[in-house]
């Protein structure tokens, strides 16, 4: 059976729109039978918030002077200011692409855990209540992501405080999953450079992929698709449409 590849993109920065706007784009761009993974920066202090989540509630919640966003994802408002963001992108020929979203949420932390622990932060997965089944998303009295954990969220493992979370979108294209890790959480001398690394060799082994490189990037990232999503997200049409 042949290995599945999963490419690990360079990291970049950008704005809330090019970042948003550049995972939407690989998940259309994607090759057949292909993962994607990249970590990506914030050039300015930036909130994000769900799919489903309502602009005027959220205003509402977010400091006046930070960019607040919505994104193509589910979940809660996600703070960026002091974090590590990724994302995860699995193309919908993939057998993994196909499994429910509740276990496609388990492994990707799972992977992080055992990420952490190679680095000596040991962690665990928040416990399941009976609906975890159903949804990820949170209740709606509890609007931020880092507020309440959900079920496997990667959680401190002697208190509550909450490590990672994440959201999905699942599409004909496949499968987005964009997490957040708390720098607070970890130590002051934690390595992301190694931990990317290990981060991705878990996912891997995970979800039945092989680490790979493609001899050519460019085809991920055509610049007119590109330019026509950054309009899209840019609109207030997009900000605002709930």
Same mark, same amino acid.
């Given at each position: 059976?042949?290995?599945?590849?999963?490419?690990?993109?360079?990291?970049?920065?950008?704005?809330?729109?090019?970042?948003?706007?550049?995972?939407?784009?690989?998940?259309?761009?994607?090759?057949?039978?292909?993962?994607?993974?990249?970590?990506?920066?914030?050039?300015? @202090? =930036?909130?994000?918030? $769900?799919?489903?989540?309502?602009?005027?509630?959220?205003?509402? *919640?977010?400091?006046?002077? /930070?960019?607040?966003?919505?994104?193509?994802?589910?979940?809660?408002?996600?703070?960026?200011?002091?974090?590590?963001?990724?994302?995860?992108?699995?193309?919908?020929?993939?057998?993994?692409?196909?499994?429910?979203?509740?276990?496609?949420?388990?492994?990707?932390?799972?992977?992080?855990?055992?990420?952490?622990?190679?680095?000596?932060?040991?962690?665990?997965?928040?416990?399941?209540?009976?609906?975890?089944?159903?949804?990820?998303?949170?209740?709606?009295?509890?609007?931020?992501?880092?507020?309440?954990?959900?079920?496997?969220?990667?959680?401190?493992?002697?208190? @509550? =405080?909450?490590?990672? $979370?994440?959201?999905?979108?699942?599409?004909?294209?496949?499968? *987005?999953?964009?997490?957040? /890790?708390?720098?607070?959480?970890?130590?002051?001398?934690?390595?992301?450079?190694?931990?990317?690394?290990?981060?991705?060799?878990?996912?891997?082994?995970?979800?039945?992929?092989?680490?790979?490189?493609?001899?050519?990037?460019?085809?991920?990232?055509?610049?007119?698709?590109?330019?026509?999503?950054?309009?899209?997200?840019?609109?207030?049409?997009?900000?605002?449409?709930?």
């Amino acid at each position: 059976m042949p290995a599945t590849p999963l490419i690990h993109l360079p990291s970049v920065y950008g704005d809330a729109i090019e970042n948003m706007a550049v995972d939407s784009t690989l998940l259309q761009t994607n090759p057949e039978g292909h993962a994607l993974f990249r970590h990506y920066g914030w050039i300015e @202090p =930036t909130l994000t918030f $769900g799919y489903t989540q309502r602009f005027h509630e959220v205003s509402a *919640l977010a400091p006046k002077d /930070i960019c607040h966003f919505r994104r193509p994802t589910a979940g809660g408002i996600v703070d960026h200011r002091n974090d590590w963001t990724y994302s995860l992108i699995l193309h919908d020929s993939l057998p993994s692409a196909q499994w429910p979203l509740t276990d496609i949420y388990r492994c990707i932390h799972q992977s992080l855990q055992q990420a952490l622990e190679k680095l000596q932060v040991p962690s665990r997965l928040a416990p399941c209540p009976r609906q975890c089944q159903v949804s990820h998303d949170l209740p709606e009295d509890s609007p931020h992501c880092f507020t309440k954990p959900v079920a496997n969220d990667v959680l401190s493992l002697n208190d @509550p =405080t909450k490590i990672a $979370g994440a959201a999905i979108k699942r599409s004909r294209s496949g499968i *987005l999953l964009q997490g957040s /890790i708390d720098r607070s959480t970890l130590p002051l001398d934690f390595s992301f450079h190694k931990f990317a690394e290990l981060f991705v060799q878990a996912i891997a082994q995970e979800f039945n992929l092989t680490t790979a490189e493609l001899p050519d990037l460019r085809p991920l990232f055509p610049q007119s698709l590109i330019k026509d999503t950054r309009k899209h997200y840019a609109s207030s049409q997009w900000l605002q449409k709930r």
